[in-house]
């Protein structure tokens, strides 16, 4: 039982007019980029993945379709873990995080699809069984900037049913509104990017303070200055969330034993896949640290968190990117319902893509 090939599948999904829409390098944009993995074993079973993409989907695709797909192609599909660790070990001359680890993610992804898949079971079932069925979503909002459209996606996202909605912002003014407009009872959050040294991450935590955040993420540059995170934690008077730029578990351990997080974000198709990402759940739950998965994903990624997160024991609010596509291959999976999802019950993911998107939609 061999792997028998790994396909890359860039996709370019259209935007719904209306929608919320990321924006890069000061352009907004129309469509959501995502990379699909395909592996099919020598018996003919099928996994799917996804890749870490969205605009730096190029170097992401050319690592999946040239240097990891070749590599993987031979090896027994049954041993993930093993079949994860040498890659990472031939590939470590590259880097340790960016396009080959996102690479590798996606694949591994696809290896427990096709485990499940042979087992008969989900793959929550894999990893210890389902804690419960139904999984609390965040609207997590791009950034906006104007006061006023801050306010009035929050509103939306509340209206939707979402009782915790996150912001991209990184200014207070924009933070009150977005208060104003959800009311006292839905949690709000606030991601930053990595943008301020600690005094300054300091000083606007102080002005945000009175919006009672859930969090405050990643307020530090560098995102790896660890011992920056823990003193933001101690003196911003607001739990500290981070973790999904961490380019493997080691990293997420160091972290959370710096004192820098009370919430964990490890983000399963940049940190290798599943398994590290279990591991790092696992080290959080021996540490009594929450974990709040980082997963702006629209496919097997996602559908991948949905799993884990139903498998821990504490209780993980999933990230869901706010943005109204005109379809995606895993339509009805990734669609929240009052803002909470379930997991799909079917042998591995649950799911299949739909072919029909995955051929018109497949980017150039």
Request: glycine share 10%; aromatic share 6%; charged share 20%.
């Amino acid at each position: 039982m061999t792997i028998k090939s790994v396909t890359a599948l860039p996709l370019a999904l259209p935007l719904l007019p209306g929608s919320s829409r990321p924006s890069f390098a000061g352009k907004t944009l129309d469509v959501a980029r995502m990379i699909v993995v395909r592996v099919e074993t020598d018996d003919g079973v099928v996994g799917w993945g996804e890749t870490f993409s969205h605009l730096a989907w190029q170097p992401a695709h050319a690592a999946l379709r040239d240097v990891v797909a070749p590599l993987a192609i031979g090896r027994d599909e049954r041993d993930i873990g093993a079949v994860s660790l040498e890659l990472q070990r031939i590939l470590h001359l590259f880097g340790r995080s960016g396009a080959m680890l996102y690479a590798l993610s996606g694949l591994e992804i696809a290896l427990w699809d096709i485990a499940g898949k042979r087992a008969g079971k989900p793959i929550v079932e894999l990893l210890g069984g389902a804690r419960r069925k139904l999984l609390p979503a965040y609207a997590s909002l791009p950034r906006y900037g104007d006061v006023a459209t801050v306010a009035h996606h929050a509103a939306g996202a509340a209206a939707r049913g979402y009782r915790s909605v996150k912001l991209h912002e990184i200014g207070a003014p924009q933070v009150a509104a977005a208060r104003a407009a959800v009311g006292p009872d839905v949690a709000l959050m606030m991601d930053t990017n990595c943008p301020w040294t600690v005094d300054q991450a300091l000083a606007v935590a102080e002005q945000v303070r009175p919006q009672k955040l859930l969090w405050l993420e990643e307020p530090v540059w560098p995102p790896e200055d660890h011992a920056g995170l823990a003193r933001v934690r101690a003196g911003a008077g607001i739990a500290v969330a981070a973790g999904e730029n961490a380019a493997s578990p080691e990293e997420c351990i160091a972290l959370m034993a710096a004192g820098g997080v009370d919430y964990i974000q490890p983000s399963v198709t940049k940190i290798g896949g599943i398994g590290a990402w279990m591991r790092v759940a696992r080290e959080a739950e021996a540490r009594g640290i929450a974990v709040m998965p980082h997963c702006p994903y629209f496919g097997a990624g996602f559908i991948a968190t949905l799993h884990m997160v139903a498998a821990l024991p504490g209780e993980s609010l999933v990230e869901h990117m706010y943005y109204d596509l005109e379809t995606s291959p895993f339509a009805a999976a990734i669609q929240p319902q009052r803002g909470s999802f379930t997991v799909p019950e079917g042998p591995g993911l649950g799911c299949e893509p739909d072919p029909e998107v995955l051929r018109r939609y497949a980017a150039a």
